[in-house]
C-alpha cells in the first residue's frame, strides 16, 4: 500500500538512474573525457559516445519501471500476492545486475572463459528465470554501464532476451511437459 505523500517508484527509480548516470558522466568528463565504444571492439565500425546513456538510460528506466507497475497491476487485479511479486521483481533486478556487472569484470579483467561462455549461461537461465522481464533488462544494463556505456548493453540485452523469451515461453513448457510425462 502506497501512502499519499509517497513517490510513485517509476518517478523514484528513474530519478535515481538520471542522478547516477550524469554523475558518472560528469565524473568521466572531468577525468580523462567521456569514452566511446566500438561497436563489435572493431576499430573500423562506428563508436558510440557514453554521452547518448544520459538519454538512453532515463528513458529506459521510465519504460522498463512502466512495463513493471503494468505487470503488477495485471497481476494484482487476479491475487492480492503484492509482497511475493515484489520480492521476485527484486530477485530479477539483482540477477541481471550482478550478470551485467559479471560480464563487465570478466572484459575489463580479461577472463576469456567466462566471456566466451556468456550466451550459454544466458540460455541456461533462460530455462529457469524469465530473462526478457522489464526488471531483468534493467539491472542488466546498469550493471554494464560503467564498462560499456548504456547503448551496446541495451541492444545485446533486447536480443538476448528475445532469445529468452523464445526459450521460457515455448521450449521450457516442452521440456516440463516431457519430464512430467517421462515421471508417470
Known sequence: MQRKNAIPPRIF??????????????????????????????????????????????ALAWILMGRIEKRLNKQDSLTQQN???TIK??????????????????????YKFFLD??????????LFFPIYYA???????LGMTYTFGAVLPTI?????AALGFLIYRFIRPLILRVTKAAGK
Open 89 to 110: 521483481i527484486v530477485g530479477l533486478f539483482l540477477l541481471g545486475l550482478i550478470l551485467g556487472i559479471l560480464i563487465a569484470v570478466s572484459f575489463t579483467n580479461d
Open 83 to 85: 509482497k511475493n511479486q
Open 117 to 126: 561462455n556468456v550466451l550459454y549461461v544466458f540460455l541456461v537461465l533462460s
Open 13 to 58: 527509480i528513474t530519478g535515481i538512474v538520471t542522478i547516477l548516470i550524469l554523475g558518472l558522466l560528469f565524473w568521466q568528463y572531468f577525468h580523462d573525457g567521456v569514452p566511446s565504444h566500438h561497436i563489435l571492439q572493431q576499430k573500423d565500425l562506428p563508436e558510440i559516445s557514453n554521452w547518448w546513456g544520459g538519454l538512453l538510460l532515463p
Open 135 to 141: 526488471e531483468f533488462i534493467l539491472g542488466f544494463i
Open 156 to 160: 545485446f540485452i533486447l536480443i538476448i
